[in-house]
Antibody, heavy 125, light 106 residues
Framework: QVQLQESGPGLVKATQTLSLTCTVS??????????WSWIRQPPGKGLVWIGY???????YYNPSLKSRVTISVDTSKNQFSLKLSSMTAADTAVYYC?????????????????WGPGTLVTVSS | DIQMTQSPSSLSASVGDRVTITCQAS??????LNWYQQKPGKAPKLLIY???NLETGVPSRFSGSGSGTDFSFTISSLQPEDIATYYC????????FGQGTRLEIK
């Protein structure tokens, strides 16, 4: 079954840009049936969807984060990445990558069926 | 934006109890609703998709129902390993998660 693994720095300074990568194994990002997504979870709080990307590079972002988020894909490496700019303490969270099934009839992401284990990112002042 | 109101925010029940969690959408989302289980320190796990479909490999004591704006998630007989936080998630367009229900053993 498909596996996802997040990688990147665990500590980022305030005002800097966070860069995370998700490596997909036992499955191909080129599969046309899925989006590839980032979700975050502040300590002790709920899940927040950040955005997702299709293998073509088409992206959809959470409107509340859109001005600071860039998600990109590298199909040759079977990876997709997140960049989040102007980091503040409020961005401290566990960041997850996940695969998203596509609702074929409407072309939107439906459910998150495989997740990475998550990586904690702490923003320091 | 669609708002998801999940209740209760926490719940304490005994092994063998029937447990129900509800999720209300701020507008009609048909059956575009999923349920996840998250154990401490772990990633969420998909349990129910499209309001009532059981994900492959998920025990049959878990079920979901509803459509439109009102949805429910039920564990028919609570087991010790079901201790977790449960989230609903809608996907009428862009996905939104409910705030979660923390389930504890009494």
């Amino acid at each position: 079954q498909v596996q996802l693994q997040e990688s990147g720095p665990g500590l980022v300074k305030a005002t800097q840009t966070l860069s995370l990568t998700c490596t997909v194994s036992r499955g191909s990002i080129n599969s046309g049936d899925y989006y590839w997504s980032w979700i975050r979870q502040p300590p002790g709080k709920g899940l927040v969807w950040i955005g997702y990307i299709y293998n073509s590079g088409s992206t959809y972002y959470n409107p509340s984060l859109k001005s600071r988020v860039t998600i990109s894909v590298d199909t040759s490496k079977n990876q997709f990445s997140l960049k989040l700019s102007s980091m503040t303490a409020a961005d401290t969270a566990v960041y997850y990558c996940a695969r998203v099934r596509i609702d074929a009839g409407r072309g939107v992401g439906s459910n998150f069926d495989y997740w990475g284990p998550g990586t904690l990112v702490t923003v320091s002042s | 934006d669609i708002q998801m109101t999940q209740s209760p925010s926490s719940l304490s029940a005994s092994v063998g109890d029937r447990v129900t969690i509800t999720c209300q959408a701020s507008q009609d989302i048909r059956n575009y609703l999923n349920w996840y289980q998250q154990k401490p320190g772990k990633a969420p796990k998909l349990l129910i998709y499209d309001a009532s479909n059981l994900e492959t490999g998920v025990p049959s004591r878990f079920s979901g129902s509803g459509s439109g704006t009102d949805f429910s998630f039920t564990i028919s007989s609570l087991q010790p390993e079901d201790i977790a936080t449960y989230y609903c998630q809608e996907y009428d367009y862009l996905p939104t998660f409910g705030q979660g229900t923390r389930l504890e053993i009494k």
